[in-house]
């Protein structure tokens, strides 16, 4: 996994600068994302490793389904990962355009995991709470794990809070172990 990241970062960097010299970050975050959906189907990640497998056919293939989201550098970037076989990092290429993204405008992606459906009201405090902890506007993405039986675990880059009821009982049963 490593090795892929550090394949795909120069590429992450170029699509990164360019949506930031031409103010496209929209664009070329939904260029990236459907691409890494496409590239992401088992069907066509056999395309990929398949040296018969024209690079323009895969091109083609992608902008098929991202349709009017790629113009002419995007189709250009496509092409550039398609002539030198690297189509298959999109996912990192996009996770990595998106981390870069978010540093430069300020904003923090918080994945949250809770027992229960937070409610809009939950969802605000939540974020208004971790604004002030990270000094930077929230994008919150919530989602649902019974097994945490209470509670929540909060997740943003390196930094974690982990509040369920799961985890409590384990490091009391293993306090009680020693």
């Avoid at 904003?107 to 939950?122: E, R, Y």
């Avoid at 097994?147 to 929540?152: E, P, T, Y």
Wanted: contains cysteine; neutral net charge.
């Amino acid at each position: 996994m490593a090795e892929k990241a550090t394949i795909a970062r120069p590429y992450a960097r170029a699509a990164f600068e360019h949506a930031r010299q031409h103010g496209s970050f929209d664009r070329w975050s939904q260029v990236l994302a459907s691409a890494s959906t496409v590239v992401g189907d088992g069907r066509v990640a056999k395309l990929l490793t398949n040296p018969k497998v024209k690079s323009s056919d895969l091109v083609g293939l992608i902008a098929d389904v991202a349709g009017d989201a790629l113009d002419e550098h995007s189709r250009n970037f496509l092409a550039m990962l398609a002539d030198n076989r690297r189509l298959g990092l999109l996912p990192e290429i996009a996770a990595m355009f998106e981390t870069l993204r978010a540093e430069i405008e300020n904003v923090a992606d918080v994945h949250v995991t809770s027992a229960v459906q937070l409610d809009d009201s939950q969802r605000q405090r939540l974020a208004g709470a971790l604004r002030k902890r990270l000094d930077r506007e929230v994008r919150l993405h919530c989602a649902v794990d019974p097994s945490l039986i209470g509670g929540a675990v909060v997740r943003s880059g390196d930094f974690v809070i982990d509040g369920s009821l799961k985890a409590r009982l384990e490091r009391l049963a293993s306090a009680m172990v020693h």
